[in-house]
T-cell receptor, first 114, second 112 residues
Framework: ETGVTQSPTHLIKTRGQQVTLRCSSQSGHNTVSWYQQALGQGPQFIFQYYREEENGRGNFPPRFSGLQFPNYSSELNVNALELDDSALYLC?????????????FGQGTRLTVV | RKEVEQDPGPFNVPEGATVAFNCTYSNSASQSFFWYRQDCRKEPKLLMSVYSSGNEDGRFTAQLNRASQYISLLIRDSKLSDSATYLCVVNGGRDSSYKLIFGSGTRLLVRP
C-alpha cells in the first residue's frame, strides 16, 4: 500500500450538487496532486498543492477548487456538478514538487453524478 | 492532437510472449518519462522511469528517443499477472513540470 488514503471510496450525487473529496498524503510528503480519470481514459491533471499553496492548475473550470492543510492532507471541491464529472478522482502525493519525484496514488474516489 | 498518444490495444498474448508498447509525446520540453501500470478499478502505480540511455528492470525494458519524442516498453516472458493497462506518462515541460500527462493507456491481456 502507498500510504495515501482517499475518502469516500464511492459517491453518488445529483446534478447541481456540490461534493468534497478528501486525501491524506503519505507521511512526510508535502505535495498533493489531483487527477480526474474518465472511463477508458488516462488521468487528467486538475491541480497541485505544495505547502498549502496551489502550485499549478490544469484545464478545469473554477468550480473545481481545492485546499491543502498544514498536515498536508487535501480536499477537492466540485460545485454545480455535471453529468460529465462522473469519473474516478485520484490523489497523488510526493515528497516535493519536482518532476522526477515519484508520485504515489491513493485508491481513488469513484464519483457518479446522476 | 493528444499530448501523449498510445495504441489502446488490447494486446492479447500467450504466456511467455514478448510484447512491445509504444508511445509518442508532443511537448519537446518534457523532461521526465515514466511507465505506470493500472489494474482494473485500481490506482496507477509506477512501473519504471524511462531514461535516454534506456533502462531495464527484470523482464521490463524501457527506451526513450528524444529526437523522435517516442517512448517504448518491452515486456519479455509475459506472465498472467502482467495483465493490466500500461500508461505512458510524461511531465509537463519547463513551465509546468509539476504535472504528469498520461496517455489513455494500452491494455494487455496475457492468456494461459
Amino acid at each position: 500500500e502507498t500510504g495515501v488514503t482517499q475518502s469516500p471510496t464511492h459517491l453518488i450525487k445529483t446534478r447541481g450538487q456540490q461534493v468534497t473529496l478528501r486525501c491524506s498524503s503519505q507521511s512526510g510528503h508535502n505535495t498533493v496532486s489531483w487527477y480526474q480519470q474518465a472511463l477508458g481514459q488516462g488521468p487528467q491533471f486538475i491541480f497541485q498543492y505544495y505547502r498549502e499553496e496551489e502550485n499549478g492548475r490544469g484545464n478545469f473550470p473554477p468550480r473545481f477548487s481545492g485546499l491543502q492543510f498544514p498536515n498536508y492532507s487535501s480536499e477537492l471541491n466540485v460545485n454545480a456538478l455535471e453529468l460529465d464529472d462522473s469519473a474516478l478522482y485520484l490523489c497523488a502525493s510526493s515528497l516535493a514538487s519536482h518532476p522526477n519525484t515519484e508520485a504515489f496514488f491513493g485508491q481513488g474516489t469513484r464519483l457518479t453524478v446522476v | 492532437r493528444k499530448e501523449v498518444e498510445q495504441d489502446p490495444g488490447p494486446f492479447n498474448v500467450p504466456e511467455g510472449a514478448t510484447v512491445a508498447f509504444n508511445c509518442t509525446y508532443s511537448n519537446s520540453a518534457s523532461q521526465s518519462f515514466f511507465w505506470y501500470r493500472q489494474d482494473c478499478r485500481k490506482e496507477p502505480k509506477l512501473l519504471m522511469s524511462v531514461y535516454s540511455s534506456g533502462n531495464e528492470d527484470g523482464r521490463f525494458t524501457a527506451q526513450l528517443n528524444r529526437a523522435s519524442q517516442y517512448i517504448s516498453l518491452l515486456i519479455r516472458d509475459s506472465k498472467l499477472s502482467d495483465s493490466a493497462t500500461y500508461l505512458c506518462v510524461v511531465n509537463g515541460g519547463r513551465d509546468s513540470s509539476y504535472k504528469l500527462i498520461f496517455g489513455s493507456g494500452t491494455r494487455l491481456l496475457v492468456r494461459p
